[in-house]
């Protein structure tokens, strides 16, 4: 394998104990792991194949056969060695494997993924025993359908040990909407019986007042993790902001975008670093719910499709239902639960939820 840029400056990562920088630095490295490192690669292919638009090794990597061909005017031979040869060098430059791993590999990953409980046992159960790390957790549902009372609950449960199925870790609680109470955790703390103060401690909290200044948490959420001990980020609400500011039909396109740009960062941050993530969204409440499907969460397919879980949360009288929307794996189904001092907690009477549940169908 060549290495023309060998001895240059370029070629030196930037050596940090940073998690986040040693991120940034991997891809610095990728950008500058470019055509001509590819074997059999010279000047003149390179200027062939960045003038067809193949302009990396990734797009190189990822080329067909009988289109570089023609667009290289080479044998089908040559454009397959290139081609191969451009995989190679991913793949010893550990760019491959990151995008490609065996399924063992795949299993042991999900077995170092935790579980938090929410304080309910009928909505745990509904998870399969909790919010899970590795994945982003959407709850959507109207106003007052209980969503911030469940990410209050969660900043307290995050903070046990993972012996009573908490994370064992902090807490990033990011306010959009001006709706976090220290008060109410430190009740929800106080009625659980644990030390409110190491609750109130363990949660740190980032009040956010417009989009782009969400956007920049969310890029940094790494380091904000790394900084924090946290295992949970609670974003209560995802898409309050984008869709104040973004509200002309002529900018949905631009807000969709960014929105998903968001999201699939936070999937990846919740992957790579173990933890849970937790968003909230807003349903469009009644009359809107006439015109369309009443459990279409704001934001559209964006958030849908990259949420690992999505729960739709609905008021019942004093009650709350929360039903699997969807889910890879977790069977469609859905529970009661309620909201009280401890948080939101299993209904008094497991009787009257199992009678409820018979009549359920408000
Ligand atoms: N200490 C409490 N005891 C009982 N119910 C509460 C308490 N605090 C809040 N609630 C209930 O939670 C509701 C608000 O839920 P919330 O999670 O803030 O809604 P949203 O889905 O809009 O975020 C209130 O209407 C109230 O019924
Ligand atoms: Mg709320």
Partial sequence: MKHKHSGSEKDIPHQSDNKVEDEKSFHVRD????????EGIGPTTTKKLKEAGITSVIDLAVASIDQLAVDINCSK???ALFIMAAQKLLRESNVLEKEFVTADFVLEKRNSMLRCSTGSKSLDELLLGGIETQAVTEFYGEFGSGK??????LCAMASRPLSEKGLDGGVIYIDTEGTFRPERLQEIATSRGFVPLEVLKNTVVCKVYN???LELIIKDLGGYLNKFKAKLVVIDSIISLHRAEFSGRGTLA??????NSILHKLVRVAEIFNVAIVITNQ?????????????KAAGGNVIGHTSTYRIYLRKSGENRIAKMIDSPYHPYSDTRFTVNEKGIDDLEDSTNRAKELEGGSD
């Fill in 254 to 259: 631009d807000r969709q975008q960014r929105l």
């Fill in 283 to 295: 349903v469009l409440s009644s009359p809107d719910t006439f015109f369309g499907d009443p459990t």
């Fill in 211 to 213: 989009s782009s200044h």
């Fill in 77 to 79: 031979d040559s454009a």
């Fill in 148 to 153: 911030s009372q469940i990410c209050h609950t």
């Fill in 31 to 38: 950008i500058d792991l470019y055509l001509h490192d590819v």
